[in-house]
């Protein structure tokens, strides 16, 4: 293939001219595939790994997760793609219209014959991908929203239990704890460990706010970490972070580095603290602020009540001093007697009538007992019982008695019943049609047909002759 380009496409006309002694070439012929395949090599061998500036544009992203798109310049342009194992390490999205710089190797793909670009890595062309990519969520979740201040919740006035998601080495949990311990002692905490910096912190933070949501009782959440550069603070701009603090069930309190480190998260929460220790400090603020005011307000109300009492008591010197009440004090202590005189009459009134009351009430217990309806059901209860006895007793005397005179009359009628006559040997002749019991013989001619009823079946006869006995 190296000598490919150098093999004409036609044969030298031998009417041409050509020297007799010069050899005749060979003509070889390739396929499209094994052309394409040359050029890729020379393509790819050749140029190497290129850094490539331009315009994107036609960025789509197929479902298998690789993303296609166009670098141009003010003059020419180049199809290329970049692979999901690439693109996932991007800190931005590309869209149409970014100015950004991609490395990769040129390659020919082979099925449309086109050269390409495959890219390993981009950034943006003037500015950081994690300024990029800060600027690109933050634009689209201000759109849908989450930034509005109507959304966000007041902190309670008087949290019992406040939850904590931060890293268990940092110094931003032991300021947290320490604040609240001093204003807020009797609050319980709840404390979700997680990494807060580094790869995979992101989810540990996501996954720590969700879960302190579904703790019963929570009622404010504390999402924080100490300061640090901005590559320390990244996992508070990632998406899967500010979606679980914007779905929290309770308000969300951001406390991410300084006060001038600002976070993704910090735009979310509903309230935003410029330190750890102040977070903590603005958690409990309303519940000092309203202790405060329980306190002015009861102030407030003894001074009131002090103002009232001595109001009275000035309104009652005056009344004393008056000439109509003079005398007051001896009419008040006269009445006073009269009233302790009352009040031991009617002393000794009640406990004479709780006397007559409680003998009337021993009274009426004992006579109560005399008829205490439990031994009254019990004594009623064993008649019965005794009752009943006599009376099985005499329905089975009354049973027996019967069955005994059943038997004897059954015995009785037995011995009249005509068919024990039958069962001793005996018939009962009938006349022809049944009518009449034949009781002797001139009661039948010679020829006449008879019927004998017998214990066991009937016998139909005829009579051949008769013979009749005479009357005696």
């Known amino acids: 293939m190296s000598d490919l380009f150098s ?11 050509a020297a007799p002694d010069r050899p005749r070439a060979e003509r070889r012929v390739c396929t499209v595939s094994e052309l394409t395949t040359a050029i890729r090599g020379l393509v790819e061998t050749g140029i190497g790994e290129v850094w490539v500036e331009g315009e994107l544009s036609n960025c789509r992203v197929w479902n298998t997760g ?27 999205k590309p869209e149409d ?18 050269y390409q670009l495959v890219c390993e890595h981009m950034e943006p062309h003037g500015v950081g991908a994690r300024q990029l990519a800060f600027e690109q969520l933050k634009k689209r979740l201000q759109a849908e929203g989450l930034f509005d201040p109507q959304r966000k919740r007041p902190l309670p006035a008087l949290p019992r239990r406040i939850g904590i998601v931060t890293s268990l080495d940092g110094a931003a949990i032991r300021d947290i704890i320490k604040v609240l311990r001093r ?71 951001s406390a991410v580095g300084h006060e001038a480190d600002v976070t993704i998260a910090d735009f979310v929460a509903d309230v935003r603290a410029p330190t750890p220790s102040a977070a903590a400090e603005m958690v409990v603020a309303a519940r000092e602020e309203f202790c405060s005011r329980i306190d002015r307000l009861t102030g407030r109300l003894q001074a009131a009540v002090r103002g009232g009492l001595q109001r009275r008591q000035t309104s009652v010197h005056i009344l004393v001093s008056r000439r109509g009440l003079a005398a007051f004090s001896a009419r008040l202590a006269l009445r006073g007697r009269h009233a302790a005189d009352a009040s031991h009459q009617l002393a000794a009134a009640v406990r004479k009538t709780v006397a007559m009351k409680r003998r009337r009430f021993t009274a009426l217990s004992q006579r109560l007992d005399a008829h205490d309806l439990p031994r009254r059901l019990a004594s009623i209860h064993g008649r019965l019982t005794g009752v009943q006895t006599r009376m099985a007793a005499a329905a089975d005397r009354r049973r027996h008695r019967a069955d005994a005179e059943l038997r004897a009359l059954a015995g009785r009628l037995e011995s009249l019943s005509p068919l024990a006559v039958l069962a001793r040997g005996y018939a009962v002749c009938w006349n022809e049609n049944r009518t009449a019991i034949v009781r002797g013989a001139d009661a039948v001619n010679d020829g006449d047909a008879v019927h004998l009823t017998l214990s066991r079946g009937e016998l139909e006869c005829r009579v051949e002759r008769r013979i009749v006995e005479p009357e005696r």
């Open 66 to 92: 690789h993303v296609y798109f166009t670098l141009k310049d003010k003059h020419s342009q180049i199809k290329a793609v970049m692979f999901k194992t690439a693109l996932r390490y991007l800190r931005f």
């Open 97 to 114: 219209g970014l100015h950004v710089i991609a490395r990769g190797r040129v390659s020919v793909y082979e099925p449309k014959g086109e």
């Open 183 to 253: 204003r807020a002692p009797s609050v319980h905490l709840l404390i979700r460990p997680a990494r807060v910096q580094g790869d995979g912190a992101a989810d540990e933070v996501a996954r720590a706010i969700i879960a302190l949501t579904r703790v019963k009782n929570v009622d404010v959440i504390i999402v924080g970490r100490g300061g640090g550069s901005v590559e320390d603070l990244w996992a508070f701009n990632e998406e899967r972070v500010v979606r679980a603090i914007a779905s929290a069930s309770v308000p969300v309190v």
């Open 7 to 17: 093999i004409p496409f036609e044969d030298e006309d031998p009417e041409a001219g």
